[in-house]
């Protein structure tokens, strides 16, 4: 894989070299083969700049600062959603109580414990989005960072998942004549959750290839 990478690289070079344009170096690759991604990826390298030989633009690389503040920046997102979903589940509980289920003191913790993550780890969410928004319009190379593209992809496939099983759970209880008003209203709060997070994630990568 990393030869074929090396090879697409130094083809490209080499057209460029040669005075070809991009638009056909583009269609050349790609009847050959190639995907779109990876020609993309490849001529994206090179600056579109009148020189004598091609001139490569800078590239994104991995530092230690940049994954904290990634880490840290989707692990509060996590905390934020999980919690905020926790409490809405609760509130929904106190309002529409199952008669069946005996529920003691487990309301007031639950309530307290997702309100203080919220309060300290969604503030910290915005904080590190703030810094890193920041950073991506000064170096508008970092957007191609990897730990960025991973995690924003894991975040994606987290979201699409809790999608996928909320559906799946509300098709089993409409089949099953078990719908309430507090089962679809917890069905609700789970699919926006998970919905906004996965469309805000997916703009963003999308802004990103419209941007490389």
Excluded at 31 to 57: C, K
Excluded at 70 to 88: D, K
Excluded at 169 to 183: A, K
Excluded at 189 to 208: E, K, N, P, Q, S
């Amino acid at each position: 894989m990393a030869s074929a990478a090396q090879d697409l690289d130094q083809f490209v070079r080499d057209a460029l070299l040669r005075g070809c344009s991009r638009e056909s170096i583009d269609r050349t690759l790609t009847d050959a083969g190639w995907t779109v991604e990876q020609v993309r990826a490849a001529l994206a390298a090179y600056a579109d700049v009148n020189f004598a030989v091609p001139v490569p633009r800078p590239r994104p690389y991995l530092s230690a600062k940049e994954a904290f503040l990634y880490l840290v920046m989707f692990t509060t997102l996590y905390v934020s959603a999980y919690h905020l979903g926790q409490l809405l589940f609760e509130l929904i509980n106190r309002h529409f109580p199952d008669l069946a289920a005996s529920y003691a003191s487990g309301y007031t913790d639950t309530i307290r414990w997702s309100v203080a993550a919220i309060i300290i780890a969604f503030p910290v969410f915005l904080v590190f989005s703030a810094k890193i928004g920041r950073d991506l319009k000064q170096q508008v190379i970092t957007r191609q960072s990897g730990v960025r593209r991973w995690l924003t992809y894991l975040t994606l496939f987290v979201a699409a998942i809790v999608l996928i099983c909320d559906l799946i759970t509300l098709v089993y209880s409409v089949l099953g004549g078990e719908m309430t008003i507090r089962f679809v209203l917890k069905v609700l709060v789970a699919g926006a959750i998970a919905g906004a997070i996965f469309g805000y994630y997916l703009w963003d990568l999308r802004r990103d290839e419209l941007t490389a």
